[in-house]
């Protein structure tokens, strides 16, 4: 399941950690490229998810179109193959429009999925996986990472022990296939005359990132991020498993629930956000596809615009 190389290298990628400021520079390079976006992010999928995800405003998106938002509702599974289905069929429909395709975001398995195919994987076992998340709250999140060396010992070294919907998955596909994910997932990148040029992910200092990080938090809670989840709560049909993984969320309906104060929950969400970032780095710089644009915080939209621009040109 891939991108033919031709319609590949017609696209434009930029990807970043979370809260490294790509929706301003993305409306800026597509106006500069002539570009619609493709939304790389798989918890802006979700209708009614807007807060929490950092989703571009209603404003934002009228400026240059937008793909691949609010395009489910927070019941409904999606899959990276899913995604690498659709965003094909988008691709092709923006390029016959005489359009740039411009994939903006932060889920680097979308990304590889993109530049490299998917492998065609098993459906989800929910017993089984309900089975593992038991186990995970009794025994540990560790015990899960532990068990995962034992039958992918390439895929637990990718993969952080907090990270525990993937360790799940991981331990999942070995459990329905009876081979580890990492053999299944053998894509390779396409020889450099086939890859797209313009592959890009922000790299910002540590530090700075850390500090956006946990003011927009706050930022969040005070632009009505408890209500946001509570309306979620509400709806009929419920939350996937796969939304409830977005950052944050799980924590406010612990907060919800009177597990922990509205502090805490902040506090947690801060710290999980944080690792997660530090997780999207690693990710970034190991895609060798992917070529970093090494930002201060102190640049305006339109310079790291005039970076990537010059990165092109070179």
């Known amino acids: 399941m891939t991108f033919e190389s031709s319609l ?79 965003a094909e069929k988008i691709c092709r429909e923006i390029v016959a429009r005489g359009k740039v395709p411009l994939f903006i975001g932060g889920t680097g398995l979308y990304l590889r999925g993109v530049l490299r195919g998917v492998f065609a994987a098993p459906a989800a076992d929910w017993e089984f996986r309900r089975q593992m998340e038991q186990r995970g709250e009794s025994e540990g999140v560790d015990a899960l990472h532990q068990k995962l060396s034992q039958v992918d010992p390439e895929t637990a070294v990718r993969l952080h022990p907090n990270d525990t919907r993937r360790v799940i998955r991981a331990l999942e596909v070995f459990h329905l296939t009876g081979q580890p994910v990492s053999a299944q997932q053998q894509e390779q990148p396409l020889p450099i005359g086939e890859r797209p040029e313009h592959v890009y992910w922000l790299s910002p200092p540590r530090e700075w990132l850390y500090d956006r990080i946990n003011r927009r938090a706050q930022l969040m809670i005070d632009a009505g991020w408890v209500e946001e989840v509570q309306a979620l709560l509400q709806r009929e049909s419920g939350i996937s498993r796969t939304a409830m993984q977005a950052l944050g969320y799980q924590e406010l309906i612990a907060h919800l629930n009177g ?46 615009v005039d970076q990537l621009m010059q990165q092109t040109y070179e």
């Open 259 to 304: 597990e922990c104060t509205l502090a805490a929950a902040v506090e947690q969400i801060q710290t999980r956000t944080r690792q997660f970032a530090k997780r999207q780095h690693t990710w970034f710089r190991n895609l060798e596809e992917c070529r970093p644009i090494e930002i201060t915080g102190d640049e305006t939209a339109g310079r790291i």
């Open 8 to 86: 590949l290298r017609r696209c434009w990628f930029l990807a970043g950690p979370t809260a490294s400021g790509k929706t301003e520079v993305s409306l800026q390079l597509a106006e500069h490229l002539d570009a619609e976006i493709i939304g790389l992010d798989s918890m802006s999928l979700y209708r009614g998810m807007d807060i929490g995800t950092a989703k571009p405003s209603v404003d934002e998106r009228s400026r240059v179109p937008h793909h691949l938002i609010d395009v489910l509702d927070p019941h409904e599974e999606f899959t990276v193959a899913d995604y690498v289905i659709e």
